[in-house]
């Protein structure tokens, strides 16, 4: 272990005490009684203020006063749990050599069983006992490692009740039984680290996104460099096929960017400079050249790793009911086992050595490990599955919520629909040109920066009008705005703009009718004072809005709900449109907020869809608060309990549907575990169930659990 080490975090507080915050990484801690000796030891530490564990991470979160306590104290005590201990940045891979050393002690364990049973079918008794005991030795000197550790934390875990089985085995004259526990016991042990190794490759293929090294421009000398010596402001240069190294913004260059890596987007996104590039992200066919905006550390993918690493550590309510379960599961059975063992033989006069063989069957049985484990092992592989397709969870406790959802809540504008005005129709009066009206104003519009306007001038140009300038021009904050065009004054506006000035604005008319009752928003254009025509914007839903509905409908979902800030009619014909159960407008968001409650109150759990800040009060009354687009936004990462990558709407059912397959497989792995344990306490009881048995029963159902929570990163 390192003798040096230096402080992740360090704060000064109001009375001058100097107190730390340090991330650990922890070699060796596979198994919630592992989690508990180290706690143990860590505890009683002078100055230690806070601990908390990241079983399937690895790490351990610590807080402490630097004044009387040191990282070199805590690794040290750390080490004498027989688990190794490193600050994070310093720590190496880990799990390679241990797990190789395990495995050459379980073949050496294997061969000297093989070797036993040979010289016993030549009737050499001693010898194949003397192999046995070999046998044991060999595969009992990792558990017997991990017990004394134990022991002096004052801790009994499996290691512990391994050792105490095996030796009573030997005593019992049972040398063969005693070996091939341990051989199994080494078995399914290397198999469940293995296999937990696996489910840490689902988090560790997110950090693996972004490359080590970054092609700096500097002074027009190019140079490769560590991604973490690059500062903002740097140019670096991204070659196609390349990775993005760091967050930038492209200022040369233009092609396809895959962020599929990042949001899950299976489609390329076209970058052009002024375009903002994530790491992590693939390029595509063009090179581009990109200034830093972010440093390593500040980058989207190192954000989203941190949230999710947090999401992680975070517990679920099904969590905690499970590890209060195994609190009480775990000293009734040891109990049991010291009534079994003791009472039969002083009572009863029963034989002392059978009944002490059951007492230590009922030992093994009486650790939780796999019955621990089934819930974080489901609730990781579930975040990781989801960050992998661009639907970010911040923890278990969400998922567990969002599984529950009966009503789902659509903000409209940028969420239920694109947020991007389009021009519906061109209505010209009295026989003007409809292409000369639209061409003078999208010239006005062209000065201005209202949305309304913008679509206006995006839609001539999509026509190939050239568009004249415009001179004097001024605008009417909240109607309009006019100009000068080729001699002509246009004025473009809404109808309060022309009724204060005195034009009448035909309300006969069968086109503008027609309009009006199609939820589009007008804007009126006249030339040198006459009402010349209109133009009909609307804000069309997404592709795939009407999909994400029906398949939130066949989950389950009982309500979809619009909550909007905008006109009643337009807000109305998006709601027909996509089929809605409910739509509410004209909504400030206050009322928003007691909506989201009111929606609770009658059919149950609230997911409430949003943008992250305009929506803050729903998102906040609501059960699950997610919002979209957070790829390109810190505050939406922030402030939803759930954010999406991209604005893609199916992951909306996609993440309900994870949710729920999470609770499910949680289910199935308590009932796989405590159905093993009960099974196999009723046939330690009658002595129908032998150590081995016994072994298999405890660290092959670890193994189950494991291995059934794993489905879960191939959702999709």
């Known amino acids: 272990?390192?003798?040096?080490?230096?402080?992740?975090?360090?704060?000064?507080?109001?009375?001058?005490?100097?107190?730390?915050?340090?991330?650990?990484?922890?070699?060796?801690?596979?198994?919630?009684?592992?989690?508990?000796?180290?706690?143990?030891?860590?505890?009683?530490?002078?100055?230690?203020?806070?601990?908390?564990?990241d079983?399937?991470?690895?790490?351990?979160?610590?807080?402490?006063?630097a004044a009387r306590l040191t990282t070199s104290t805590i690794v040290d005590a750390a080490g004498q749990t027989g688990m190794r201990m490193w600050l994070e940045h310093e720590a190496p891979a880990i799990g390679g050599a241990a797990l190789a050393w395990r495995g050459r002690l379980m073949v050496a364990c294997g061969a000297a069983i093989a070797a036993g049973l040979l010289l016993s079918a030549a009737g050499r008794e001693v010898a194949a006992a003397a192999m046995y005991i070999a046998a044991a030795v060999a595969g009992g000197a990792f558990p017997a490692r991990r017990a004394a550790a134990a022991v002096r934390t004052r801790t009994l875990d499996i290691n512990t009740l391994m050792v105490v089985a095996v030796a009573?085995?030997?005593?019992?004259?049972?040398?063969?039984?005693?070996?091939?526990?341990?051989?199994?016991?080494?078995?399914?042990?290397?198999?469940?680290?293995?296999?937990?190794?696996?489910?840490?490759?689902?988090?560790?293929?997110?950090?693996?996104?972004?490359?080590?090294?970054?092609?700096?421009?500097?002074?027009?000398?190019?140079?490769?460099?560590?991604?973490?010596?690059?500062?903002?402001?740097?140019?670096?240069?991204?070659?196609?096929?390349?990775?993005?190294?760091?967050?930038g913004v492209v200022v040369a260059g233009a092609g396809?960017?895959?962020?599929?890596?990042?949001?899950?987007?299976?489609?390329?996104?076209?970058?052009?400079?002024?375009?903002?590039?994530?790491?992590?992200?693939?390029?595509?066919?063009?090179?581009?050249?990109?200034?830093?905006?972010?440093?390593?550390?500040?980058?989207?993918?190192?954000r989203i790793i941190h949230l999710v690493e947090t999401a992680q550590a975070s517990r679920a309510p099904v969590q905690s009911f499970v590890d209060r379960f195994a609190r009480i599961y775990t000293p009734a059975v040891l109990a049991l086992a010291l009534v079994v063992a003791v009472v039969p033989p002083l009572a009863a006069g029963a034989d002392a050595a059978s009944w002490v063989y059951r007492a230590l069957v009922l030992l093994v049985i009486s650790c939780p490990c796999a019955l621990v484990i089934s819930t974080p092992v489901s609730i990781v592989s579930a975040l990781s599955a989801a960050a992998r397709n661009g639907v970010l969870v911040k923890g278990g406790v969400h998922l567990e919520r969002l599984a529950s959802v009966r009503v789902v809540a659509f903000d409209k504008t940028g969420t239920l629909t694109r947020g991007e005005l389009q021009v519906a129709d061109v209505i010209a009066f009295d026989g003007q040109p409809a292409r000369d009206m639209l061409r003078y104003a999208a010239a006005v519009g062209a000065r201005s920066e209202h949305p309304l306007a913008a679509a206006i001038v995006a839609h001539a140009r999509s026509h190939?009008?050239?568009?004249?300038?415009?001179?004097?021009?001024?605008?009417?904050?909240?109607?309009?705005?006019?100009?000068?065009?080729?001699?002509?004054?246009?004025?473009?506006?809404?109808?309060?703009?022309?009724?204060?000035?005195?034009?009448?604005?035909?309300?006969?008319?069968?086109?503008?009718?027609?309009?009006?009752?199609?939820?589009?928003?007008?804007?009126?254009?006249?030339?040198?004072?006459?009402?010349?025509?209109?133009?009909?914007?609307?804000?069309?839903?997404?592709?795939?809005?009407?999909?994400?509905?029906?398949?939130?409908?066949?989950?389950?979902?009982?309500?979809?709900?619009?909550?909007?800030?905008?006109?009643?009619?337009?807000?109305?014909?998006?709601?027909?449109?996509?089929?809605?159960?409910?739509?509410?407008?004209?909504?400030?968001p206050d009322q928003k907020h007691a909506l989201v409650r009111a929606l609770r109150t009658g059919y149950?759990?609230?997911?409430?869809?949003?943008?992250?800040?305009?929506d803050a009060p729903a998102l906040a009354a609501a059960d699950v608060g997610i919002a979209m687009g957070a790829a390109g936004s810190d505050a939406a990462l922030?402030?939803?309990?759930?954010?999406?990558?991209?604005?893609?709407?199916?992951?909306?059912?996609?993440?309900?549907?994870?949710?729920?397959?999470?609770?499910?497989?949680?289910?199935?792995?308590?009932?796989?575990?405590?159905?093993?344990?009960?099974?196999?306490?009723?046939?330690?009881?009658?002595?129908?169930?032998?150590?081995?048995?016994?072994?298999?029963?405890?660290?092959?159902?670890?193994?189950?659990?494991?291995?059934?929570?794993?489905?879960?990163?191939?959702?999709?």
């Open 168 to 247: 009573g085995a030997l005593v019992l004259g049972e040398p063969l039984e005693a070996a091939s526990v341990v051989f199994l016991f080494a078995i399914a042990q290397w198999l469940e680290v293995r296999t937990m190794e696996r489910a840490r490759q689902a988090i560790r293929a997110l950090i693996d996104l972004s490359p080590r090294e970054a092609l700096v421009r500097r002074n027009g000398v190019e140079s490769r460099e560590p991604v973490d010596r690059v500062d903002v402001g740097d140019d670096i240069l991204v070659r196609p096929g390349e990775k993005v190294p760091l967050d």
């Open 604 to 614: 149950g759990a609230v997911l409430m869809v949003g943008d992250g800040i305009n």
């Open 55 to 65: 079983l399937i991470g690895q790490r351990l979160y610590v807080k402490y006063d």
């Open 256 to 302: 396809p960017v895959n962020e599929a890596p990042l949001t899950g987007e299976s489609l390329p996104v076209d970058k052009a400079p002024g375009d903002e590039v994530f790491a992590g992200t693939i390029n595509g066919q063009g090179a581009l050249d990109v200034r830093v905006t972010r440093l390593v550390r500040d980058t989207r993918l190192a």
């Open 464 to 588: 190939g009008i050239d568009l004249p300038p415009a001179g004097s021009f001024a605008s009417m904050s909240g109607m309009g705005a006019e100009a000068e065009v080729n001699g002509v004054r246009v004025a473009i506006g809404n109808e309060r703009l022309f009724r204060g000035r005195g034009v009448d604005v035909p309300t006969d008319s069968e086109a503008l009718q027609r309009a009006s009752l199609q939820g589009t928003s007008l804007v009126f254009v006249s030339l040198n004072g006459a009402l010349a025509g209109a133009i009909s914007l609307v804000d069309r839903p997404r592709e795939t809005a009407r999909d994400a509905i029906g398949l939130l409908r066949e989950q389950g979902v009982q309500r979809v709900v619009m909550l909007t800030g905008d006109h009643a009619r337009i807000s109305a014909r998006i709601a027909a449109e996509l089929g809605l159960d409910e739509c509410h407008s004209e909504l400030l």
């Open 638 to 716: 922030e402030s939803a309990d759930v954010a999406l990558m991209s604005d893609e709407l199916l992951r909306i059912p996609y993440a309900i549907r994870l949710a729920r397959a999470t609770l499910r497989n949680v289910r199935m792995n308590v009932a796989i575990s405590l159905a093993m344990k009960a099974a196999f306490l009723v046939l330690a009881l009658t002595g129908t169930a032998t150590l081995w048995m016994a072994v298999l029963a405890d660290t092959g159902a670890s193994v189950i659990v494991v291995g059934n929570a794993m489905r879960l990163l191939r959702e999709r």
């Open 1 to 53: 272990m390192r003798s040096e080490h230096r402080k992740i975090v360090a704060t000064v507080c109001p009375t001058c005490e100097l107190h730390a915050e340090a991330v650990f990484r922890v070699e060796g801690m596979d198994c919630h009684e592992e989690v508990v000796i180290l706690e143990r030891r860590l505890k009683p530490l002078d100055g230690l203020e806070a601990i908390s564990a």
